[in-house]
T-cell receptor, first 115, second 113 residues
Framework: GDSVTQMEGPVTLSEEAFLTINCTYT??????LFWYVQYPGEGLQLLLK?????DKGSNKGFEATYRKETTSFHLEKGSVQVSDSAVYFC??????????????FGKGTLLTVNP | NAGVTQTPKFQVLKTGQSMTLQCAQD?????MYWYRQDPGMGLRLIYY???????DKGEVPNGYNVSRLNKREFSLRLESAAPSQTSVYFC????????????FGPGTRLTVL
């Protein structure tokens, strides 16, 4: 079945540092890929997405490129802020055997940014 | 627009008690979902409803039932709560089930003693 593996946290950075959170996936079909962010005490929000190979999703200074050859969708940001402290989830959307689309999530990576 | 709302925000149950978690969305979305979030496990799909009048099992449906009351509302019922159901429950909705962004509610934190 489909699965998503993302780097385990927690990740602690200083403000203005460079961020990379690794994400790799396995899927039987041609999935769409997502990064969701969860701020403390809140539900998940879509951060960015990519629907086909070589697409780059971007939002709020975050970027991720859909790499089919390495089955990866790594999240990057050039200069993190304290307000970026949150849990980040990588996810894929693919058809299951019943032709229904499902979101499969990674386990999440906690990011803490210190001033 | 309130988006996706969930009630209650917090609940404590004793083993064997029953309860219903409520979810409503005002975005006219067709598809709705229930997830549970456990530490180190990410989110796991319990049940979903691709459209009004249909429901299907997800990855972890045992011990739960759902009702798609109408297009707006999708409830999750625990008939006989167990400590293993202690979790944070999230409802989500999307325009369709195909590749579209899912919008999440704020969650219900449930503790079963």
């Amino acid at each position: 079945g489909d699965s998503v593996t993302q780097m385990e946290g927690p990740v602690t950075l200083s403000e203005e540092a460079f961020l990379t959170i690794n994400c790799t996936y396995t899927a039987t079909g041609y999935p769409s890929l997502f990064w969701y962010v969860q701020y403390p005490g809140e539900g998940l929000q879509l951060l960015l997405k990519a629907t086909k190979a070589d697409d780059k999703g971007s939002n709020k200074g975050f970027e991720a490129t859909y790499r089919k050859e390495t089955t990866s969708f790594h999240l990057e940001k050039g200069s993190v802020q304290v307000s970026d402290s949150a849990v980040y989830f990588c996810a894929l959307s693919d058809r299951d055997r019943g032709s229904n689309y499902k979101l499969t999530f990674g386990k999440g990576t906690l990011l803490t940014v210190n001033p | 627009n309130a988006g996706v709302t969930q009630t209650p925000k917090f609940q404590v149950l004793k083993t064997g008690q029953s309860m219903t978690l409520q979810c409503a969305q005002d975005m006219n979305h067709n598809s709705m979902y229930w997830y549970r979030q456990d530490p180190g496990m990410g989110l796991r799909l319990i049940y979903y409803s691709a459209s009004e009048g249909t429901t299907d099992k997800g990855e972890v449906p045992n011990g739960y039932n759902v009702s798609r009351l109408n297009k707006r509302e999708f409830s999750l019922r625990l008939e006989s709560a167990a400590p293993s159901q202690t979790s944070v429950y999230f409802c989500a909705s999307s325009w369709t089930e195909t590749l579209n962004e899912q919008f999440f509610g704020p969650g219900t934190r449930l503790t079963v003693l």
